[in-house]
């Protein structure tokens, strides 16, 4: 079974910037914040919000205080200016798509032209565009209703952004035939026009379709209907809960769309869930090695593999000593830390990873306790090897358990974050550096010999883990927001974000060649190379959607430590002949 995902799927630029708007407001102001009628046609993204203390106002009284942002889809001139007249900050997140629309409108009705409308009338955007028409604005829903409208002197036709682009052609062609003298503004949205057309591509090229979406959503039930042409089966759900998976286990290529209102967590779980059915239907083998590939990646037990492959071979690329009980110390930090921090982190992960906080929420008291053994047992390792190493463990872990502590109290203003955590872009610098020390600085220390190699290694490796980390907060963006941490993405917006990784990788890799040919570091660091080369191409492959955000994903990258293992062991053997 394959499964694809439409390129444009989830959150168009209009709900994308809704969302964020609302969600900085929860962050910034203290006030009661409101959106005027449902934000979006998602309840799973209302719910959201109210549990944010986000209402909905659907009528404006005559007095009130707080925030109130408009929707992306706009409302009539007259309602914004009753919200302000009634005491409300008005925050305005109309989509800029809608906005053109209501421009159009409002400049050809105050030239006496009649303004037609394709669409839903009673579809908030649709509302809000009459709003600009004023007594000059008429609905139709279809061709027939269009058909059946009086001939106008002067007229101008635009379509609601999310209509279908199949009917506005008919309307077009209508149009041109029986009333030339009409304009015809083409208003629906470019996401709107990119996503029904690949959708339409992907059901002729599949087996079945799952539609991802509300119910009550206007532009998913059109790619529900843009679907079902193709003559496949179309299953159109809110959840993965609804999912017919043993239906869809039938199929050998199985796509996904979702509507312009779908948050990316849900396509997520949509897809793992297919995923999972896919491997589960495969036999007994496959089954077995994907539920153990699961577990290892959930538990963090592959992660701490990574690490002390990672740390062998930072051993070999300083030129230095490398002794099992420093390997060990390194695989045990970072299955301590990682995992202490993914159970005070749950939050965010009920968004970016469903499977992940399910299986954390059910586990929660046993990888507590493994998280505390294995750092309790790091420390008696490190003791072992004497009062330095273990000294200096105690703070590494000390640091890394602060991360999500309070250490400002409630009163103080004067520092504006309690927590390490609260500190935009903190968390991916603090990951990559705790395992430069704990892979490199700490084994170099340990043993006397921190030098400049040991500092470049431990450097370089900081600079591959932090691309790592950075890539799973680009994939996370959504959850992050929601959640209200702000990471690297979030701070410097996804694209700008992937620019800025691919061009770290270019950096790492001219680093590592200019330090080997130059005798910094061992000849292991030609092989090396491959590490920011298949990091590239893992950014590249997602970009274009070859790879969707799934297990086999997060397995490829967290498998960039192990391959530096196994090219360190190459090294060693190829050296010893």
Same mark, same amino acid.
């Given at each position: $079974?394959?499964?694809?995902?439409?390129?444009?799927?989830?959150?168009?630029?209009?709900?994308?910037?809704?969302?964020? $708007?609302?969600?900085?407001?929860?962050?910034?102001?203290?006030?009661?914040?409101?959106?005027? %009628?449902?934000?979006?046609?998602?309840?799973?993204?209302?719910?959201?919000?109210?549990?944010?203390?986000?209402?909905?106002?659907?009528?404006?009284?005559?007095?009130?205080?707080?925030?109130?942002?408009?929707?992306?889809?706009?409302?009539?001139?007259?309602?914004?200016?009753?919200?302000?007249?009634?005491?409300?900050?008005?925050?305005?997140?109309?989509?800029?798509?809608?906005?053109?629309?209501?421009?159009?409108?409002?400049?050809?009705?105050?030239?006496?032209?009649?303004?037609?409308?394709?669409?839903?009338?009673?579809?908030?955007?649709?509302?809000?565009?009459?709003?600009?028409?004023?007594?000059?604005?008429?609905?139709?829903?279809?061709?027939?209703? +269009?058909?059946?409208?009086?001939?106008?002197?002067?007229?101008?036709?635009?379509?609601?952004?999310?209509?279908?682009?199949?009917?506005?052609?008919?309307?077009? #062609?209508?149009?041109?035939?029986?009333? @030339?003298?009409?304009?015809?503004?083409?208003?629906?949205? @470019?996401?709107?026009?990119?996503?029904? #057309?690949?959708?339409?591509?992907?059901?002729?090229?599949?087996?079945? $379709?799952?539609?991802?979406?509300?119910?009550?959503?206007?532009?998913?039930?059109?790619?529900?209907?843009?679907?079902?042409?193709?003559?496949?089966?179309?299953?159109?759900?809110?959840?993965?809960?609804?999912?017919?998976?043993?239906?869809? =286990?039938?199929?050998?290529?199985?796509?996904?769309?979702?509507?312009?209102?779908?948050?990316?967590?849900?396509?997520?779980?949509?897809?793992?869930?297919?995923?999972?059915?896919?491997?589960?239907?495969?036999?007994?083998? #496959?089954?077995?090695?994907?539920?153990?590939?699961? !577990?290892?990646?959930?538990?963090?037990?592959? !992660?701490?593999?990574?690490?002390?492959?990672?740390?062998?071979?930072?051993?070999?690329?300083?030129?230095?000593?490398?002794?099992?009980?420093?390997?060990?110390?390194?695989?045990?930090?970072?299955?301590?830390?990682?995992?202490?921090?993914?159970?005070? %982190?749950?939050?965010?992960?009920?968004?970016?990873?469903?499977?992940?906080?399910?299986?954390?929420?059910?586990?929660?008291?046993?990888?507590?306790?493994?998280?505390?053994?294995?750092?309790?047992?790091?420390?008696?390792?490190?003791?072992?090897?004497?009062?330095?190493?273990?000294?200096? +463990?105690?703070?590494?872990? %000390?640091?890394?358990?602060?991360?999500?502590?309070?250490?400002?109290?409630?009163?103080?203003?004067?520092?504006?974050?309690?927590?390490?955590?609260?500190? @935009?872009?903190?968390?991916?610098?603090?990951?990559? =550096?705790?395992?430069?020390?704990?892979?490199?600085?700490?084994?170099?220390?340990?043993?006397?010999?921190?030098?400049?190699?040991?500092?470049?290694?431990?450097?370089?490796?900081?600079?591959?883990?932090?691309?790592?980390?950075?890539?799973?907060?680009?994939?996370?963006?959504?959850?992050?927001?929601?959640?209200?941490?702000?990471?690297?993405?979030?701070?410097?917006?996804?694209?700008?974000? +992937?620019?800025?990784?691919?061009?770290?990788?270019?950096?790492?890799?001219?680093?590592?060649?200019?330090?080997?040919? !130059?005798?910094?570091?061992?000849?292991?660091?030609?092989?090396?190379?491959? +590490?920011?080369?298949?990091?590239?191409?893992?950014?590249?492959?997602?970009?274009?959607?070859?790879?969707?955000?799934?297990?086999?994903?997060?397995? !490829?990258?967290?498998?960039?430590?192990?391959?530096?293992?196994?090219?360190?062991?190459?090294?060693?053997?190829?050296?010893?002949?």
């Amino acid at each position: $079974m394959k499964v694809s995902i439409a390129k444009t799927s989830g959150f168009c630029m209009g709900v994308r910037r809704a969302v964020d $708007m609302v969600l900085d407001a929860s962050n910034r102001y203290t006030e009661p914040i409101y959106t005027f %009628g449902p934000l979006i046609h998602n309840p799973q993204v209302l719910r959201l919000l109210a549990e944010k203390k986000i209402s909905v106002m659907e009528t404006i009284p005559e007095q009130g205080n707080g925030i109130v942002l408009i929707r992306a889809h706009g409302v009539p001139p007259r309602t914004r200016e009753k919200l302000e007249a009634a005491g409300f900050t008005v925050i305005d997140a109309t989509c800029p798509r809608v906005v053109k629309v209501q421009t159009i409108i409002s400049r050809n009705a105050a030239e006496g032209c009649a303004v037609i409308i394709i669409g839903d009338k009673d579809h908030p955007e649709v509302v809000g565009l009459l709003g600009y028409a004023g007594d000059r604005g008429v609905v139709a829903d279809s061709l027939e209703a +269009l058909k059946a409208l009086p001939a106008f002197e002067k007229a101008i036709i635009v379509a609601q952004t999310t209509q279908s682009t199949r009917l506005f052609d008919e309307v077009g #062609a209508w149009a041109a035939a029986h009333h @030339p003298h009409y304009q015809v503004f083409n208003t629906i949205c @470019p996401s709107t026009k990119n996503r029904q #057309a690949e959708t339409e591509a992907l059901a002729r090229q599949t087996d079945a $379709m799952v539609v991802v979406g509300g119910y009550n959503s206007g532009n998913t039930q059109r790619l529900a209907q843009v679907s079902k042409k193709s003559g496949h089966p179309v299953f159109h759900v809110e959840t993965s809960e609804e999912l017919d998976t043993n239906a869809l =286990a039938k199929s050998d290529h199985i796509g996904i769309t979702a509507g312009a209102s779908t948050p990316n967590w849900i396509i997520k779980k949509i897809y793992r869930e297919l995923e999972a059915a896919r491997f589960r239907s495969k036999g007994p083998l #496959a089954r077995t090695l994907f539920s153990a590939q699961r !577990l290892l990646l959930l538990t963090n037990i592959y !992660l701490a593999i990574g690490a002390g492959l990672l740390c062998y071979s930072a051993s070999l690329l300083r030129q230095g000593e490398h002794f099992a009980p420093h390997i060990l110390i390194a695989m045990l930090y970072i299955f301590s830390m990682h995992t202490l921090n993914r159970l005070t %982190g749950i939050a965010e992960d009920h968004y970016n990873d469903p499977y992940r906080a399910a299986f954390y929420d059910k586990n929660m008291t046993v990888l507590a306790l493994l998280a505390v053994g294995a750092g309790g047992l790091g420390l008696a390792v490190a003791f072992s090897l004497g009062v330095f190493p273990f000294l200096m +463990l105690l703070v590494m872990s %000390g640091l890394g358990l602060s991360y999500n502590l309070y250490l400002v109290p409630k009163g103080v203003t004067a520092i504006p974050f309690r927590r390490i955590k609260d500190i @935009p872009g903190s968390k991916t610098l603090l990951i990559s =550096a705790a395992w430069g020390v704990a892979v490199c600085a700490f084994p170099a220390a340990a043993t006397d010999s921190l030098n400049f190699s040991s500092m470049f290694t431990a450097l370089w490796l900081a600079g591959i883990v932090f691309v790592r980390s950075a890539f799973f907060d680009l994939i996370d963006m959504q959850g992050d927001r929601i959640a209200g941490k702000e990471t690297l993405p979030v701070l410097m917006g996804a694209d700008r974000a +992937l620019r800025f990784l691919k061009q770290m990788l270019a950096g790492l890799f001219l680093f590592l060649l200019a330090a080997t040919l !130059l005798g910094v570091v061992s000849s292991l660091g030609y092989l090396l190379l491959v +590490l920011p080369v298949t990091g590239y191409m893992l950014l590249a492959l997602y970009q274009r959607d070859t790879l969707q955000s799934g297990l086999v994903l997060e397995f !490829l990258v967290e498998s960039q430590f192990v391959l530096a293992g196994l090219l360190a062991l190459t090294w060693t053997m190829m050296t010893a002949l």
